[in-house]
């Protein structure tokens, strides 16, 4: 990164310190071409600095684990915002493996194929077999349950889940819990998650400590970014009130196809990047949809996200990256101190 462009966002990172927003209604769409910042988790509050380019030798050194978020990889799309999904996909994965640390694992959050055809999830399960984490959790995107309601998705990646899709993990004291929003999805209709699965929610959630740290993760983000174009979920705030005894809540969104981050108390909202091509910005298009952008830029608005969980200093780092960041320069790592 330029010392002009460090600058720059340093200037940015300290206009928002000063902005006199509270934290708790604070919105933040990362626009900064070829950057990205880490995010560290303190008792439900987020820290953030920039980061240069790519995953140096020191990326993810002292984390108790990290794992790999990727996102809308709309396996069989070919339309000019991206004739080759295939491939971004494969850079995308090319990317991880060259992590110098080894993630423990990877989440996809949805939209793993364009129109829910074997032949699309076979080439997506082809190309994750490449990935060095083995070990890959997944919850539908409205893509996934086109044409059978969602049962070919089940039947690959949803053994041993409730309902369309839901269920819940332990990792190294942190909980995971994998949402499903997008069944009997209307076009342009916000997200739900419907009654079964909030009852279940909510009973998964019974007896855990307060201290235990939460990520939630869904297709289409569990906050309401743009209700025009269904960018929400409808019955988010019934959720939300399940983890709000919890001293830190991560919560994980596709979808949308661009970084947004949103704190509120304790919890702290992120969408990741498409790994096949970009949407317009809320409200800067007639409607939401692929948006072509000049081929040598693609790969800039294409990414993935890298979490970092550190137990003993008991935060959380995320880091998002393009497609078409260089891998030579060091990032950042999370270091916060508190209970989460």
């Known amino acids: ?17 000063n902005d006199g927003v509270d934290r708790r209604g604070f919105l933040k769409c ?3 071409a070829g950057t990205g910042l880490v995010w560290t988790m303190s008792g439900g509050i987020p820290s953030s600095r920039a980061f240069a380019k790519g995953h140096g030798k020191d990326a993810g050194k002292g984390g108790d684990f990290s794992f790999v978020q990727i ?6 799309f070919n339309k000019p915002a991206n004739p080759d999904v295939t491939a971004t996909l494969q850079t995308a994965i090319n990317k ?3 992590m ?3 993630p423990d694992f990877i989440i996809h959050t949805g939209d793993l194929s364009q129109l829910s055809k074997p032949s699309e999830f076979d080439t997506l399960d082809q190309v994750l077999k490449g990935a060095s984490a083995k070990q890959v959790y997944y919850v539908p995107g409205e893509h996934d349950m086109l044409s059978d309601n969602g049962e070919q998705f089940l039947q690959r990646y949803g053994k041993g889940t409730k309902g369309s899709g839901w269920y819940s993990f332990d990792q190294k004291g942190v909980h995971f819990v994998g949402l499903v929003n997008v069944a009997n999805l209307k076009a342009g209709g916000m997200g739900s998650l419907g009654h079964e699965q909030l009852e279940w929610l909510e009973d998964d959630l019974k007896g855990r400590s307060a201290s235990t ?16 174009w269904g960018w929400g979920t409808d019955d988010s705030e019934q959720a939300l009130s399940y983890v709000k005894r919890f001293g830190s809540v991560t919560v994980l969104n596709g979808h949308i196809h661009q970084i947004m981050q949103k704190v509120e108390g304790k919890v702290s909202f992120h969408t990741a990047m498409s790994t096949a091509f970009p949407q317009p910005a809320p409200g800067t298009a007639p409607s939401a949809g692929p948006m072509k952008v000049p081929a040598d830029q693609l790969q800039k608005v294409l990414g ?3 979490v970092n969980y550190l137990v003993s200093g008991r935060s959380l780092a995320i880091v998002d990256s393009q497609l078409g960041e260089s891998d030579a320069s060091s990032a950042g790592s999370g270091g916060g101190a508190g209970g989460l």
Do not use: E
């Open 304 to 306: 993935i996200t890298d």
């Open 100 to 102: 110098p640390h080894k």
């Open 1 to 17: 990164m330029t010392d002009k462009n460090k600058d720059r966002i340093d200037q940015k990172l300290q206009d928002l310190n």
């Open 71 to 76: 996102s809308d990889s709309h396996i069989g």
């Open 213 to 228: 740290p939460i990520v939630l993760f869904a297709h289409i983000p569990l906050w309401t970014i743009y209700p025009d």
């Open 30 to 32: 990362m626009a900064w």
């Open 96 to 98: 991880i493996n060259s």
